[in-house]
């Protein structure tokens, strides 16, 4: 669906990212795991068309993106981040905004709104303003805002990571379900192994802005990488057998 190749990203002369090769690929959710700076946003911001890459070519489609078609593409995305980032007005308001801007409207709009706040259980928040939802609910209101876009692809930066624990295994086991049954391709960042069980088995592991591992979540787990970092995150889930799998 999209993928990449010889991609560098160079930051204040800093590389950042040096990939090779990578597809994400259509109908799949992959996740991204890495330590904190090892380039997991960015990789996600290069994939989702939000940041050019210094050198490197990036395809969706099969089609090479240029600054020509790159909003066309864009249209096809939604990107969830970690702060919900909704505007002061209400959460109907918040989910129709992008279906306004692609032209929705009337009965159109307030049935597809209304179907994803059912989806993601927030239909009794619908006239609710921002500052008086939970963090969990104003995830699940910018989880609605992006699949209301229906889009071909969604990508996910830490979503749940400011959240506590429950209210994250909830709106992860939601978003799994969401995931299993649309067949839209995603790409979830995270930093912890935990959670990803729940939304795949298809783990990319990333360490200073390179791809140290790439396959199932329970290959890595049984065979391990030779890698210092992957081996730092996982030795608190290894040491109690924590982490849940299919
Ligand atoms: N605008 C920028 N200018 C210079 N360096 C940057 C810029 N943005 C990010 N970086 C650096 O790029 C590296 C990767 O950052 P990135 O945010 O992609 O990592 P991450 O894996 O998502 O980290 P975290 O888990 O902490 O969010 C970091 O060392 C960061 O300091």
Do not use: C
């Amino acid at each position: 669906m999209i993928s990449v190749e010889n991609l560098e990203l160079v930051k204040e002369k800093r590389t950042i990212l040096q990939i090779e090769k990578f597809e994400l690929k259509q109908g799949k959710t992959q996740a991204i795991i890495g330590p904190n700076g090892a380039g997991k946003s960015t990789f996600l911001k290069v994939m989702a068309l939000l940041e050019q890459p210094t050198r490197g070519k990036v395809f969706f489609a099969g089609r090479e993106v240029t600054k020509k078609n790159m909003i066309a593409f864009r249209r096809r995305m939604a990107v969830v981040f970690q702060e919900p980032l909704l505007l002061n007005t209400t959460v109907f308001n918040n989910v129709a905004l992008g279906l306004k801007l692609r032209g929705i409207r009337g009965d159109k709009l307030t049935q597809r709104v209304d179907h994803w706040l059912e989806r993601l259980n927030i239909s009794d928040l619908r006239d609710r303003k921002p500052v008086y939802l939970s963090g969990g609910e104003a995830q699940r209101v910018s989880l609605a805002r992006a699949f209301a876009l229906e889009p071909e692809v969604v990508f996910l930066d830490e979503p749940f990571s400011a959240l506590d624990f429950p209210t994250r295994i909830n709106l992860l086991e939601d978003l799994g379900h969401l995931l299993g049954n649309s067949g839209v391709t995603a790409m979830f960042v995270t930093h912890d192994f935990n959670e990803i069980p729940y939304l795949t088995n298809d783990v990319v592991v990333i360490d200073r802005g390179k791809l140290v591992f790439e396959g199932l979540l329970k290959k890595l787990l049984a065979e391990g990488v030779q890698n210092d970092t992957v081996q730092h995150l996982l030795s608190p889930f290894k040491k109690f057998n924590q982490i849940r799998l299919f």
